[in-house]
């Protein structure tokens, strides 16, 4: 039979088995979907199976004493389960096969995997896993009666640290997974107690040793992955062969015009599906304001332009249709995605990126739900935004691979100028995040520091036109129109400050002193904290408005002076004087970012403020239209509705990580990490650009994947950047 062939039949087959693993582990654990420990289990059950089969299909005769142990040893951990299960419930209960044939084929591979000389690692690998099955036993709170999931848990975590004291040699790689380890367990064990509780862990032995379990668990795990990406990637040469296609695809006469065209037609079932167009959050009340002239909504305003011209003057004007202008807007929304996709496609396949990974990078662009539904938006400041970032990291790379080329070409640097306009007016934490980066660019580009100032500056000057002259001559019946210009201040984190206020109060309220209550009582109305805490959610700040309609009703409100000072005041002293408090307040605000574990964003309508396509009147009941989803292709619109309002993807393990911003948070990390132990600084000082969009997320009031989708978007070409070396790579002109 062809090599080929089998390998396939193998690879089949390994995922056959780390599904039914997968499925088997999620019966057993309570919240096992939607945790990163089902991505680990599923990649070290696909590899290890696809060992074991290879093993199996070249077996010798002296190794079938191997096998006849790994049974023993199997028959030998079941009985010890069952009686340690009768000791407790004092009921025989047979294990479950699947468990039995799990445990069987996973002591195999360790078997295989066993040396004579690895007695002191094997000792060290069982200790190590002894307190990694602890960890996992306390965090999904496990209400299985029987012992096999601990045999076959025990079992997994012993072959992951075998392998990684086997083959991660290096110290270095050590002590930087370590900085994973222990930042993934503050994760786990700070956040699973401040998601259910919203309190902080009690310091016992049980979070001790949950602590203690999952370091040693994620050191491993990222140790190897920093061994694996070094050690054993594909190394690029100047003689290194295309695969076909890519040789097909590198002698079209447009590679970029067919590149976003493929892409725009992957793009066209969900541009049907989601017709016309999400239709939420503050887009109906900005539609309406704005056909009042009335443009200073605390949004940026060429958003709001955006929206006017598509849906008032095409739709309105000359289609006589809100909807038909909305849809019009989304396809020139996917129409801009294609082209900046197809671009990025094309340059990393003439750097020879392999083939494999250009389809990955493609596929997360294209193929994935949220990526749909976020260009389906007409609440274009996320989208925009999202589009610009991903086109500047493009622009960024380019820079490091070929700088001379890049800056000598009049079209790209206008195009970066552009996007970096874009960046700044659609997003008002944006120019903070390029203040902060702006070091790291120089760093990189030292030699064209006079062609970056220059960008800097050209880009400052059209940022100043439009936010000055250009919105100041626009109608509004504000009376702080020219507070507020074109784009929101940056002082302007309202959700943050009520956030540090409510919810220091409902944490530290019996501690607060008569001056600090009486002066919280000058912003909002008297209430204990039991009374606040029954309206509050710490992961809501918009729920501020809540509790002020609500306990306003019965307290008289004081007014003093000026409220956004007052506000700000009372958040200054709260933070100095109840520090513990501001930090409970700013780890349950922020859960969705680090605690991948949480339904943040939530199934509630988190993901889009409001139900995907049938707004009633937008958010806290403001004006607006209700626009409703055309049905042109049922099916695919609520198996997206499902996904993305109804959060289904929970119930899928594996599956559900890719979904969840912390754990996009976790890939940043992980490869920030691989790129110090790479020391690929140039790259490294490239990744901040996202690192610092990430940064800037922990002050945003809520979770939501708007936020975070311009970080999206740029994920897997940070993730390319482990495999990019100007030394050895091959640029086909």
């Given at each position: ?564 000072q007052r506000r700000s005041k009372m958040m200054k002293q709260i933070i100095s004087h109840y520090p513990l408090a501001t930090l409970q307040v700013i780890l349950n605000q922020n859960l969705g970012w680090y605690y991948p574990q949480s339904t943040y964003p939530s199934k509630s309508g988190n993901i889009y403020n409001e139900v995907i396509n049938e707004t009633k009147n937008g958010p806290m009941k403001k004006d607006g239209v209700i626009i409703n989803n055309w049905k042109l292709f049922p099916s695919l619109y609520q198996f997206i509705y499902s996904l993305e309002q109804d959060g289904t993807y929970y119930q899928y393990p594996v599956i559900a990580s890719f979904f969840d911003p912390a ?71």
């Amino acid at each position: 039979m062809n090599k080929r062939l089998i390998n396939l039949l193998n690879i089949l087959f390994a995922v056959i088995l780390a599904i039914v693993m997968t499925s088997w582990l999620n019966l057993t654990f309570n919240n096992y979907a939607i945790s990163p420990i089902s991505v680990v289990y599923f990649v070290v059950g696909l590899v290890g199976f696809d060992y074991l089969i290879h093993k199996l299909l070249a077996i010798r005769s002296q190794q079938w004493l191997l096998l006849a142990t790994s049974a023993v040893v199997t028959v030998i951990e079941e009985l010890m389960g069952i009686l340690v299960n009768l000791s407790q419930i004092n009921t025989f209960s047979f294990p479950d096969i699947k468990s039995i044939i799990l445990l069987l084929l996973i002591n195999m591979i360790i078997i295989f995997q066993y040396q004579k000389n690895d007695l002191f690692k094997i000792v060290v690998a069982l200790i190590m896993s002894f307190f990694e099955t602890i960890a996992i036993w306390f965090n999904f709170d496990v209400g299985e009666t029987l012992w096999s999931w601990v045999l076959v848990v025990g079992s997994i975590n012993l072959l992951i640290n075998l392998v990684s004291l086997k083959y991660v040699r290096k110290r270095s790689y050590w002590l930087l997974s370590s900085i994973a380890g222990i930042l993934f367990s503050l994760a786990l064990v700070l956040g699973k107690q401040l998601y259910d509780n919203y309190q902080f862990p009690a310091f016992n032995v049980a979070t001790i040793l949950t602590f203690m379990g999952f370091v040693l668990f994620w050191t491993a795990i990222v140790a190897l992955i920093i061994n694996y990406a070094i050690n054993n990637q594909i190394v690029f040469s100047s003689n290194q062969q295309n695969s076909p296609i890519q040789n097909w695809f590198n002698q079209l006469k447009h590679p970029w015009l067919w590149s976003a065209v493929v892409t725009f037609i992957i793009f066209i079932p969900a541009i049907i599906a989601l017709a016309p167009g999400i239709w939420s959050y503050d887009t109906p009340y900005q539609y309406f304001s704005m056909t009042r002239n009335n443009w200073n909504m605390g949004q940026p305003i060429a958003s709001m332009m955006i929206v006017y011209f598509f849906v008032q003057i095409i739709g309105v004007n000359f289609l006589h249709s809100v909807a038909t202008g909305l849809f019009i807007m989304i396809v020139v929304q996917f129409i801009l995605a294609a082209v900046i996709f197809g671009y990025g496609f094309k340059v990393l396949n003439r750097w020879q990126i392999p083939w494999i990974f250009q389809v990955v990078v493609w596929s997360w662009w294209t193929l994935h739900i949220t990526n749909w539904t976020s260009l389906a938006q007409s609440n274009t400041k996320d989208t925009w935004c999202g589009l610009a970032a991903v086109l500047i990291m493009i622009f960024l790379l380019e820079m490091w691979q070929d700088g001379p080329k890049f800056f000598h070409s009049y079209g790209k640097l206008v195009l970066l100028i552009l996007s970096l306009f874009v960046f700044l007016t659609f997003r008002n934490s944006s120019r903070l995040v390029l203040i902060m980066f702006l070091p790291f660019w120089l760093g990189f580009c030292w030699k064209y520091w006079k062609q970056i100032v220059a960008i800097i500056v050209a880009t400052g000057a059209l940022f100043y036109l439009f936010n000055g002259p250009v919105v100041h001559s626009l109608p509004s019946s504000a009376v702080d129109v020219n507070q507020g210009g074109g784009v929101r201040n940056m002082d302007n984190v309202g959700g943050l400050k009520a956030q540090i206020i409510f919810g220091g109060y409902v944490n530290a309220g019996n501690k607060f002193s008569s001056a600090d209550k009486q002066f919280l009582w000058t912003i909002l109305p008297k209430g204990t904290p039991e009374q606040y805490s029954h309206f509050y959610s710490p992961q809501f700040a918009d729920q501020a408005n809540t509790v002020w309609g609500q306990l306003g009703v019965h307290y008289h409100h004081i007014y003093q002076g000026n409220y956004n000072q007052r506000r700000s005041k009372m958040m200054k002293q709260i933070i100095s004087h109840y520090p513990l408090a501001t930090l409970q307040v700013i780890l349950n605000q922020n859960l969705g970012w680090y605690y991948p574990q949480s339904t943040y964003p939530s199934k509630s309508g988190n993901i889009y403020n409001e139900v995907i396509n049938e707004t009633k009147n937008g958010p806290m009941k403001k004006d607006g239209v209700i626009i409703n989803n055309w049905k042109l292709f049922p099916s695919l619109y609520q198996f997206i509705y499902s996904l993305e309002q109804d959060g289904t993807y929970y119930q899928y393990p594996v599956i559900a990580s890719f979904f969840d911003p912390a754990f996009w948070g976790w890939i940043i990390l992980v490869i920030l990490l691989i790129l110090i132990a790479q020391k690929s600084w140039k790259a490294f000082m490239i990744s901040f650009f996202v690192t610092i969009q990430w940064a800037t997320l922990w002050a945003a009031p809520v979770v939501l994947v708007r936020y975070i989708y311009p970080i999206f978007l740029c994920l897997p070409l940070l993730a390319i950047m482990i495999y990019i070396r100007k030394s050895k790579l091959d640029v086909i002109e």
